[in-house]
């Protein structure tokens, strides 16, 4: 199996959507707590459209909405404990 293989059977696998959303909520509200400039309110517009395609069950536009929620989002799930998030961001974001 070569690296392609791989990674296709990965990019695959489906996102546990009430979870994500879960997570995505908390990670928006500490978002919105930490904003400072428009960079940060852009993220969690991001964040937001995200966790509402997640409660519409809608993995493509999840992904598409947090592939634009940037480093910082990261940054603050990872201080925020949201795992299932990260791996999506991860995911969306190629990281």
Not at 20 to 31: D, G, I, P, S, V
């Amino acid at each position: 199996m070569n690296n392609t293989t791989v990674n296709q059977i990965q990019s695959s696998e489906k996102l546990d959507l009430p979870s994500l959303a879960n997570e995505l909520a908390k990670l928006r509200t500490e978002m919105k707590k930490e904003a400072t400039d428009p960079e940060h309110d852009v993220a969690v517009g991001s964040i937001a459209a995200a966790e509402a395609a997640a409660k519409k069950g809608d993995e493509k536009s999840v992904l598409d909405h947090l592939k634009n929620a940037g480093e910082w989002a990261m940054e603050i799930g990872l201080k925020v404990g949201v795992p299932v998030a990260i791996e999506a961001i991860k995911k969306s974001s190629g990281f």
